[in-house]
């Protein structure tokens, strides 16, 4: 492996080191190594403290403005950039085509994706998307990392969005939220009134109220049932034009939610449908 230089350390951090390691030389019966300098002839080496104390002799309080300042360039140089976090790139550059239309992509989920899928507390789910779109970060505190694979409250799997036409994500719920019935399916939980009446919320970030339903209906697709809505939500905080479609699988519901405002609406309205439609576990 090739050697590479090391970078110059900031005077800062250099200082820390400095601190820090003539503390140890003066306080210690025996020299530990670092204080010992590299020669080129072993008979010559002698322990130095000139500069250690000097470093000593700095005041406390410049020493401790100098550590916090070092610790807070350290965190600033080690931290991810916000980029690489939220993976801010076109999902065309990543994903495969969809088999049924070549204008989407389709995006699987597997155990690479999201902590409950890692657990096992959530089956794959798929969905189609517009290869322009771009996936974005999910909070800690909002993906059900904290608390698998026993989550008691709903979370958010993924999130996807484009400016212009809108966003969609996948909100995940514990089946015993619902019912106290183990696998019970979504016809088991109840009518698709009754469902949107308890997941609304995770649809529009804030209430829910039944006025604000347009119309829900059923789909069987093999031995999976899903209710599908679409919702007015003027005073949403997703937005002001909402659809959703759920189901049941296992000890979870899985929640499709897209959204868009009045003005992304009517230039993704059908996109979002399509994206709705596309939706499977």
């Not at 919702?231 to 979870?252: D, I, Q, R, V």
């Not at 993704?268 to 399509?274: I, P």
Request: hydrophobic fraction near 40%; proline fraction near 9%; charged fraction near 20%.
């Amino acid at each position: 492996m090739a050697n590479a230089s090391a970078a110059p350390l900031h005077p800062l951090l250099s200082s820390i080191i400095s601190t820090s390691t003539s503390s140890r030389c003066h306080s210690l019966l025996s020299v530990p190594p670092e204080c010992v300098p590299i020669a080129s002839n072993p008979s010559k080496v002698s322990v130095t403290t000139t500069a250690a104390d000097s470093s000593l002799r700095k005041s406390p309080l410049v020493r401790r403005r100098d550590l916090v300042a070092g610790i807070a360039l350290a965190a600033a140089l080690t931290k991810e950039p916000p980029s690489v976090a939220a993976r801010e790139v076109e999902v065309g550059s990543y994903l495969p085509p969809a088999p049924t239309d070549p204008a989407f992509v389709v995006f699987k989920a597997t155990s690479k994706d999201t902590p409950a899928l890692r657990a096992g507390n959530v089956q794959p789910y798929e969905f189609m998307l517009p290869p322009t779109w771009k996936q974005t970060r999910v909070a800690n505190i909002l993906s059900g990392n904290y608390c698998q694979p026993k989550c008691a409250e709903p979370w958010v799997e993924v999130k996807f969005e484009d400016e212009k036409q809108g966003k969609v994500q996948i909100v995940a719920s514990p089946l015993v939220r619902l019912t106290n019935k183990p696998n019970a399916t979504i016809e088991d939980i109840g009518s698709p009134e009754k469902v949107i009446a308890s997941l609304g919320p995770f649809v529009t970030g804030n209430t829910f109220d039944s006025d604000e339903l347009l119309e829900a209906s059923i789909e069987k697709s093999g031995d999976q049932t899903y209710y599908k809505y679409e919702l007015e939500t003027p005073f949403a905080l997703t937005g002001s034009h909402n659809l959703a479609k759920a189901t049941a699988k296992g000890n979870t519901v899985i929640l499709f939610v897209a959204s868009a405002s009045d003005k992304q609406w009517p230039l993704s309205e059908k996109v979002l449908k399509a994206m709705l439609e596309s939706f499977k576990i």
